[in-house]
């Protein structure tokens, strides 16, 4: 079947999917290909962008851009820039909010792959919950399609998945994949989905689960036909043939691997390895499927021939394994001893491999007679699989406890969106109360104060009223009541000179009342008028006297005019001074006394302080009082003026 190039948009750029046949080398070797992103980001130029990265003034987005290509681009061939281009991302993105956000996230799952690979596992787990922090953020901000969150989520999925498998917590480990399978399923994303189950298949080969490790072999297959791509359908076939095998059925477990073994052949040059564990199997086949010892053998004699120059390599070690028990199956003792110490020379650290080569061991030396190293490695054989019956165990009691502290993070998350809402909820209930009161407290002032100034101007005019009346009464009236009597007694002089005295005491009132000076000339002359001809009463002017709104000039006067009563009625004051300042945008009077003074904060009647304090307040002016008992009184008032 002819491989087919594929390109895969899963990310802001396309990322390429073309010649994925050395990925299936990593996969193979570590069986779970837990550190498989689900993606394929090889050969992409670095060299480029390693230059543009050094042009001076290059934008935040262009360096994110730039940062990003080189960390996929170093994936596999450079694992330390890899990590220095993601740390440079997460530096860039610190304080991202919105934009940014999927290449974070990307940053911090490329971060985690790598300390999956060199085993550091719980640094891997750390990177990989940054990066859930991040997609989380990226889904609030709103800013990113459902598929682009789909697509961050699923990607965490696997590889936390991948990571719990590999640290023998299967569970958990089903948990993950089963949330990523359907966001795969969903998007059509074939590649993904056939990966997922070869690695649930593999996952359950591990547990004993023959079955269930057949059906998602078989589901792999199945998305891998779709996709029409050689590679993940050799795959699958390889996974589904073992999982035959172990079921007594080796003629169809012959049938899916040649498939597979064609497609390697056809691809030798990069798939070595992959031929080797499939020639591997394929002599399993013969040889314990169908009793075909013959045939097993020349099937590993392939199998050993790729393997040179393989050194090191853990794949290699099953291959010598394999011929060992082949050795031991023709009952040729000492071949298999050494193909089973060649075996534990490569690779000592499986488990899994030690016991089959342990019991291989301790069956030859038996037949050469060699009790004592019979004996040794069946005490190897015992304690090794006492230690992988404690690790089972203590890997169980830790996915209890992960289960457990999952489900208490998951409760907290819940808990505290919960208390967030609720908060938000409070906060805007108590915005909207502070705002209902403030406007109620508004609208009530506002009244009050339209209240205070009606009031005040009512009081304003009755005390003038009362003030003039009083003037008639007392002067004006009893010049009349004279003139009648001198007119009664026929003293007709008199008389005229009393009217002519009452005429000049009633243009006095009322020039007091509204002088003609102050609607003709403007307030600086009427104040001087007026102080003129009281005793004791010096006025000054300071600035450039300049008409001013009528409402102004009238209340600047009458409120002078009551202070200097004021003064003069009962604060037996022997000198009034009265200060007119003009401002460019303001109009300031001071009146000041050397009276008896009186306590401010008192309480105080008959002054009408309060009326001229309202007054001065509904021009929207300010008045102030300075006095002290026996010191004097000073009353400072300011009202700005529109232009």
């Known amino acids: ?145 459902q598929e682009e969150i789909d697509d961050m989520y699923s990607a965490l999925y696997g590889t936390i998945g991948n990571l719990y498998n590999i640290q023998g917590m299967p569970n958990i480990a089903m948990d993950y994949y089963l949330k990523a399978l359907p966001i795969f399923q969903r998007y059509g994303w074939n590649e993904s989905v056939s990966t997922l189950y ?88 013969f040889w314990q499927g169908l009793d075909n010892i013959v045939k ?69 030396y038996i037949a050469l007679g060699n009790k004592e190293e019979s004996t040794r490695y069946l005490n190897l054989l015992h304690a090794t699989m006492t230690d992988m019956a404690n690790q089972h165990y203590q890997a169980a009691l830790s996915e209890m406890k992960v289960r457990y502290e999952t489900q208490q993070k998951e409760m907290r998350i819940e808990q505290m969106e919960q208390r967030q809402r609720l908060f938000w909820w409070i906060a805007t209930a108590l915005v909207l109360l502070l705002l209902v009161i403030f406007l109620a407290y508004w609208r009530v002032n506002r009244q009050k104060q339209k209240t205070m100034a009606v009031e005040a101007k009512l009081k304003g005019e009755y005390d003038e009223r009362r003030r003039l009346g009083r003037d008639l009464h007392d002067r004006l009236g009893g010049m009349l009541t004279a003139t009648v009597l001198n007119l009664d007694q026929d003293k007709h002089e008199e008389a005229k000179s009393m009217l002519r005295q009452a005429s000049a005491e009633l243009r006095r009132v009322a020039h007091h009342l509204m002088p003609e000076s102050l609607s003709s000339k403007g307030l600086e002359v009427a104040l001087a008028d007026y102080c003129r001809v009281l005793p004791n009463v010096q006025f000054s002017c300071f600035g450039e006297p300049r008409r001013l709104p009528e409402s102004v000039e009238v209340a600047c006067y009458s409120v002078v005019h009551e202070l200097i009563n004021n003064a003069l009625r009962y604060a037996d004051a022997s000198l009034i001074q009265v200060q007119l300042m003009y401002e460019n945008d303001s ?28 007054r001065i307040r509904a021009l929207g002016g300010q008045l102030t009082i300075s006095s002290t008992k026996g010191e004097g009184t000073e009353v400072h008032f300011h009202i700005q003026v529109k232009q």
Not at 321 to 337: D, H, Y
């Open 198 to 285: 070869y690695n649930m298949g593999e996952m359950f080969l591990e547990m004993g689960n023959n079955t269930e490790a057949r059906n998602n072999y078989e589901q792999s297959l199945q998305a891998a036909l779709e996709t029409g791509d050689s590679l993940i359908i050799s795959t699958s076939r390889y996974g589904l043939a073992t999982a035959l095998l172990n079921e007594g059925k080796p003629e169809d477990a012959l049938r899916q691997l040649r498939v597979a073994i064609g497609y390697y052949r056809l691809h030798v040059d990069e798939e070595s390895e992959a031929l080797m564990n499939a020639l591997v199997l394929e002599s399993r086949i």
């Open 1 to 145: 079947m002819r491989n087919k190039d594929t390109y895969w948009m899963k990310e802001k750029g396309y990322i390429p999917r073309t010649y994925p046949i050395v990925f299936v080398i990593f996969l193979l070797c570590i069986k779970v290909s837990a550190c498989w992103a689900y993606r394929d980001h090889r050969n992409r130029k670095v060299d480029s962008l390693e230059v543009v990265l050094r042009q001076p003034g290059l934008s935040w987005e262009d360096q994110l851009r730039a940062h990003s290509e080189l960390m996929w681009g170093y994936i596999q061939t450079d694992g330390a820039k890899s990590i220095a281009h993601a740390k440079e991302i997460i530096k860039l993105t610190d304080k991202a909010r919105g934009e940014g956000l999927l290449v974070r996230q990307n940053a911090f799952r490329i971060l985690g792959q790598h300390a999956y690979g060199a085993c550091l596992y719980d640094s891997a787990f750390h990177c990989y919950e940054r990066s859930l922090e991040v997609t989380r953020q990226a889904e609030k901000s709103g800013r990113y399609s």
């Open 296 to 364: 097993a053998q020349e099937c590993m004699d392939e199998a050993l021939a790729l393997g040179q120059g393989m050194d090191g390599n853990t794949d290699l070690a099953d291959a010598y394994s394999t011929q060992g028990e082949l050795c031991l199956a023709r009952k040729e003792w000492q071949q298999a001893v050494d193909w089973c110490l060649k075996s534990l020379q490569v690779n000592d650290q499986d488990p899994h491999h030690n016991i089959v080569v342990y019991k291989s061991l301790s069956e030859a």
């Open 587 to 614: 109009v300031s009077v001071v009146v000041s006394d050397n009276g008896c003074g009186f306590d401010v904060e008192a309480p105080h009647e008959g002054t009408g302080i309060d009326s001229i304090r309202e």
